[in-house]
């Protein structure tokens, strides 16, 4: 890789829109690399890593126009229900590629408890989702917008075109933590108990919970489970 001179570009922070310009890299087999993207964790978004967890965090407890008005009102930073959308998809689909790769450990494990007990759980509850009917209405809205402002799809490959069959669906939890909760590991997914028993697994060597030295799990009777 040979220095090929610098570049500037713009980065939405918590600071607000930030210009800086980095050094260039680059070669014919790897084409360019910015060494400083990857350092501010920038590479594949020109949203800083403060924003995109604040989005994250917000959207958790909030609809995006309620994220997009609180980012505003409180930062100064505008970024469209869509844009904001767009983030929080994309992190999550990131935090559940680098679970299934084992990338992510264990919030805590066996050792981690005073009493060498483990308690294990799993329970279903419903979450809003987007349903068909909303979706449809979002995309002639976007198409609207696409077209007088004249710009492409910002679609990501992947990402499902159809909407949900209603407003809710069951997500399915299963948590691993100690007697006293002073440790906690949760996974959650929307597949059926045989995704969820598969997640469970995996989840257990994690925390190793063969090394307890005792283990219960609470739950209800739902079939499921």
Same mark, same amino acid.
């Given at each position: 890789?040979?220095?090929?001179?610098?570049?500037?570009?713009?980065?939405?922070?918590?600071?607000?829109?930030?210009?800086?310009?980095?050094? *260039?890299?680059? %070669?014919?087999?790897? @084409?360019?690399?910015? &060494?400083?993207?990857?350092?501010?964790?920038? !590479?594949?978004? /020109?949203?800083?890593?403060?924003?995109?967890?604040?989005?994250?965090?917000?959207?958790?407890?909030?609809?995006?126009?309620?994220?997009?008005?609180?980012?505003?009102?409180?930062?100064?930073?505008?970024?469209?229900?869509?844009?904001?959308?767009?983030?929080?998809?994309?992190?999550?689909?990131?935090?559940?590629?680098?679970?299934?790769?084992?990338?992510?450990?264990?919030?805590?494990?066996?050792?981690?408890?005073?009493?060498? *007990?483990?308690? %294990?759980?799993?329970? @279903?509850?419903?979450? &809003?989702?987007?349903?068909?009917?909303?979706? !449809?209405?979002? /995309?002639?809205?976007?198409?609207?917008?696409?077209?007088?402002?004249?710009?492409?799809?910002?679609?990501?490959?992947?990402?499902?075109?159809?909407?949900?069959?209603?407003?809710?669906?069951?997500?399915?939890?299963?948590?691993?933590?100690?007697?006293?909760?002073?440790?906690?590991?949760?996974?959650?997914?929307?597949?059926?108990?045989?995704?969820?028993?598969?997640?469970?697994?995996?989840?257990?060597?994690?925390?190793?919970?063969?090394?307890? %030295?005792?283990?219960?799990?609470?739950?209800?009777?739902?079939?499921?489970?």
């Amino acid at each position: 890789m040979r220095h090929r001179g610098s570049k500037k570009t713009t980065v939405a922070t918590m600071n607000g829109i930030v210009a800086i310009e980095r050094r *260039v890299y680059g %070669s014919k087999a790897r @084409g360019w690399v910015y &060494p400083c993207d990857l350092w501010l964790g920038i !590479a594949l978004s /020109r949203i800083s890593v403060g924003i995109r967890q604040w989005c994250c965090l917000e959207a958790l407890d909030s609809s995006m126009a309620t994220v997009a008005r609180s980012m505003e009102s409180l930062s100064g930073i505008r970024l469209s229900e869509e844009r904001i959308r767009i983030i929080v998809e994309s992190e999550g689909t990131r935090v559940a590629s680098s679970r299934n790769t084992g990338q992510v450990g264990a919030s805590f494990t066996a050792d981690a408890c005073a009493d060498g *007990v483990m308690v %294990s759980g799993s329970d @279903g509850v419903l979450v &809003p989702v987007v349903p068909e009917t909303q979706k !449809a209405k979002r /995309r002639q809205t976007e198409a609207k917008k696409r077209a007088q402002e004249g710009r492409h799809s910002s679609r990501s490959p992947g990402r499902p075109r159809r909407g949900a069959d209603g407003a809710y669906k069951e997500a399915k939890i299963v948590a691993f933590y100690d007697q006293a909760k002073t440790g906690m590991h949760v996974a959650a997914t929307m597949g059926n108990h045989e995704v969820l028993g598969r997640i469970m697994r995996r989840e257990a060597r994690k925390v190793k919970l063969a090394d307890a %030295s005792f283990s219960y799990a609470v739950a209800d009777g739902a079939r499921w489970i």
